[in-house]
């Protein structure tokens, strides 16, 4: 396991709030490429799919290769009211589920990461392999919003 992967997940929180940090409402409920999320629904897409991804991680830790539950994100955004999800209470959500796993990954043996839980659609996972996914989740999501943002205000911070 490569270490540094806990580090980059524990560290994305702050890459997080400085993506959304300052927008007006407005500017969260924008649709500056038509056809995709707003940077609401991202910031609560990011939200669920963290927290869904931290209890699963810390199932493979606890428990003898579990079940991992697959979820359609389309209809989380359709159903769950990301259009009013606050922002802000995502973020402060998303870093604290962050920071308390990232102690609990520091503290694993290196052979912990080659355990492994059975997802509902893709098989056979590790936590390595989910720790480096959400970190990469992270960014692939981070992208998106940083390029709304500019779009919307002009800069990317």
Same mark, same amino acid.
């Given at each position: ?11 994305? &929180?702050?890459?997080? #709030?400085?993506? +959304? %940090? ?13 056809? *995709?999320?707003?940077? $609401? #629904?991202? &910031?609560? !897409? ?9 209890? $699963?991680?810390?199932? +493979?830790?606890?428990?003898? *290769? ?8 389309? /209809? ?7 259009? %009013? ?5 995502? +973020?402060?959500?998303? &870093? ?9 990954? /520091?503290?694993?043996?290196? #052979?912990?990461?080659? /355990?492994?839980? +059975?997802?509902?659609?893709?098989? $056979?996972?590790?936590?390595? !392999? ?22 919307? *205000?002009? $800069?990317? &911070?």
């Amino acid at each position: 396991m490569d270490r540094t992967q806990i580090e980059r997940f524990a560290s994305g &929180t702050g890459d997080f #709030e400085r993506a +959304v %940090r300052g927008l007006t409402p407005a500017q969260f409920d924008a649709r500056p490429i038509p056809g *995709t999320w707003t940077i $609401r #629904e991202i &910031t609560a !897409h990011l939200y669920d799919s963290d927290m869904v991804g931290c209890d $699963r991680m810390r199932r +493979v830790i606890a428990m003898d *290769t579990p079940l991992l539950m697959g979820y359609d994100q389309d /209809r989380y955004v359709a159903r769950l009211d990301y259009a %009013r999800v606050d922002p802000a209470a995502a +973020v402060a959500a998303f &870093t604290a589920n962050r920071l308390l796993l990232a102690p609990v990954l /520091r503290a694993q043996p290196d #052979e912990a990461f080659g /355990r492994a839980g +059975v997802h509902s659609e893709r098989g $056979r996972e590790t936590l390595a !392999h989910m720790v480096k996914g959400y970190c990469d989740h992270l960014d692939h999501h981070l992208s998106h919003l940083f390029q709304k943002r500019e779009m919307l *205000t002009g $800069r990317t &911070t």
